[in-house]
């Protein structure tokens, strides 16, 4: 059961992705802006437009990873409009019971393999800085810190790196 498939996410996959963005605020809430209690509150049409390719998800690439037809991961690849040389993933979680599969490692390499694809010369990304696996697999794929520490969130004590990889020479 540890073979997994990533799939892009559709508008029509509102409840997939709401159910996995949800499972990761849950269990994870000292890694992301967001938080469980606010995102519950949010209504089945903004989870739609979320990911709308002709809107909102326009340049980006919403991903899922399921183990049979259970999500278990969630990643973001965005092309902001203001900087297009860079991509940024977000959103990045993997469930406990399906980490130590390579699931967040091919999450990164099919943003990075999209990113390239759409003429990007970087691609960044945040990470809570208490969190040592996530920032020992940010650094073996490549990524470097860059840029002062900020806070998680407003008045939090903990703190997120940003971090940056050069993909004009990635195979």
């Not at 690439?61 to 409009?81: D, N």
Request: glycine residues 6%.
């Amino acid at each position: 059961m540890s073979e997994f498939n990533i799939k892009k996410l559709t508008p029509l996959d509102w409840l997939t992705y709401k159910a996995v963005r949800l499972a990761s605020l849950e269990d994870s809430p000292d890694s992301f802006g967001a938080t469980h209690e606010c995102e519950v509150e949010i209504l089945q049409s903004e989870w739609e437009s979320r990911l709308d390719p002709t809107g909102r998800a326009k340049n980006a690439l919403p991903l899922v990873v399921e183990i049979g037809a259970i999500p278990v991961g969630v990643a973001w690849g965005l092309i902001q409009e203001l900087d297009p040389r860079i991509a940024h993933i977000y959103q990045l979680w993997v469930s406990p019971e399906a980490r130590n599969k390579g699931i967040a490692k091919a999450l990164i390499k099919r943003i990075s393999a999209w990113s390239i694809e759409r003429g990007c010369e970087y691609i960044a990304l945040s990470v809570t800085t208490a969190n040592n696996a996530a920032v020992h697999l940010y650094q073996s794929l490549g990524f470097v810190p860059f840029g002062p520490l900020e806070e998680l969130k407003l008045g939090s004590t903990l703190m997120t790196q940003k971090m940056i990889k050069d993909l004009r020479n990635a195979a």
